[in-house]
């Protein structure tokens, strides 16, 4: 959008805005400034020129850059903010307290791309189903700033192929799209382990998932165990060497032990108690699956009841009846979790210094870190206050986001208010 007006009379401002494509983006526009005669105005500061850029919810932070033709003054000023809401944004540009043309421009910007990562449900990494079942998975597609995306149901593909030979298996599914939300529904007219996935134009939308789907006589099975909350079934041990095996199944422990049933006393060869590091994996080839501990040791066992098996080992997790997890272990559980995913060994031995100043602390400190890459915010902090003395060993690190946090959501700052 291009417009012009006289501002006190001498001179003309003209606004050019430029977008990089329709969507949330770092925006920026140039103001290049003339005389009434045409000829390049040079702004002075004396001229108190002011970009103010703000939606219905909040207002943004807008950076000003003179661009200097001279040493006598600038010719041009380049003003760039970057919206992360969509929605309608008023920009006023004024030069000696008057609106460059006269009045407030109005621009609407669209939510960006869609981010999977931001994509709010289908959080399910398997699914226990039968023949015929309908099963939903219920998605809010986000862009990276969350910001609420309409897809178009022609664009959403849902893909579910057998594990064994990735083949397409038979199925069907009804996609329906909302302005906030997408509900796909999916069912399998056939049995077995498959893996599926769900893509928007040609981009995978949704992680993969796992289908474990049951005939009729083993979903009847599969709720008589849950019920009993125990399950026995007859496998090969497939290392070290071949052997007939029993697998017990109950909602705090998983066994295997040789099937002997004139002794008293038969060998065990594996044993673990259910916990959030449990897993059965089912293999790609037929009826081929392992129990994993979570903590190194695993038992690799063929069974032509191997969906069974898994089936009933979820749904005991998904009921999660006589479960003996202490909250201890799943904090534990989740730290280890987070450690693994946020730390390597670089990170967790290396630090990131920033200097700061208590006088001017939230500009300071943006200042400090707005280079920062996402390695940066894993290392462990060392502050130093500009004009003071001192080692960082822990106590001004905790001074520092003590007065950063008081800073933040005090009246003063502006970023919150009380309701």
């Excluded at 399910?124 to 969350?146: A, H, L, S, W, Y």
């Excluded at 089912?282 to 069974?303: A, C, Q, Y």
């Excluded at 206050?385 to 003063?412: I, K, N, P, V, Y």
Aim: charged fraction near 20%.
């Amino acid at each position: 959008a291009r417009v012009g007006s006289e501002v006190q009379g001498s001179t003309l401002c003209s606004c050019v805005f430029y977008r990089r494509h329709p969507s949330i983006d770092p925006q920026s526009g140039q103001h290049p400034l003339f005389c009434k005669n045409k000829e390049p105005y040079t702004m002075t500061p004396m001229d108190m020129f002011r970009c103010e850029v703000a939606s219905a919810q909040t207002s943004i932070p807008v950076v000003t850059e003179p661009r200097r033709e001279n040493m006598a003054g600038c010719k041009k000023t380049t003003v760039s903010f970057n919206p992360t809401v969509a929605g309608e944004y008023c920009i006023t540009v004024a030069m000696n307290g008057h609106n460059v043309g006269g009045e407030v421009y109005r621009r609407i910007y669209k939510p960006g791309p869609l981010d999977p990562l931001k994509t709010i449900g289908g959080q399910n990494e398997i699914f226990i189903t039968k023949v015929d079942e309908c099963q939903t998975i219920m998605m809010i597609p986000r862009d990276r700033f969350g910001n609420v995306i309409q897809l178009i149901n022609n664009s959403i593909t849902v893909e579910i192929k057998r594990k064994t030979n990735k083949e397409m298996c038979i199925f069907e599914s009804n996609i329906n799209s909302n302005f906030d939300s997408c509900e796909i529904c999916w069912k399998l007219h056939e049995g077995g382990h498959f893996f599926g996935s769900i893509l928007y134009n040609s981009s995978v939308l949704l992680k993969q998932f796992e289908v474990i789907c049951l005939n009729d006589h083993a979903a009847i099975e599969v709720d008589r165990n849950v019920c009993s909350m125990t399950a026995s079934y007859s496998a090969q041990l497939l290392s070290p060497k071949s052997k007939t095996v029993i697998i017990t199944l109950t909602p705090r422990q998983i066994r295997v032990f040789e099937s002997r049933f004139f002794h008293a006393i038969r060998t065990q060869f594996f044993t673990c108690r259910v916990s959030p590091r449990t897993m059965i994996i089912l293999h790609h080839e037929p009826n081929v699956l392992s129990i994993d501990d979570g903590g190194g040791m695993s038992v690799t066992v063929s069974s032509e009841y191997r969906e069974r098996i898994a089936a009933t080992y979820h749904r005991f997790r998904q009921s999660n009846s006589g479960s003996s997890i202490s909250f201890t272990e799943r904090q534990n559980h989740f730290n280890e979790h987070l450690k693994q995913h946020h730390f390597g060994d670089k990170e967790r031995d290396s630090f990131t210094r920033i200097f700061v100043s208590r006088q001017e602390l939230l500009q300071s400190a943006i200042e400090a870190t707005k280079s920062f890459k996402k390695d940066d915010w894993l290392k462990l902090f060392v502050v130093q206050f500009s004009a003071e003395q001192g080692l960082d060993a822990g106590g001004l690190s905790r001074e520092f986001f003590e007065l950063l946090t008081e800073h933040c959501f005090s009246s003063q700052s502006g970023m919150f208010k009380g309701v």
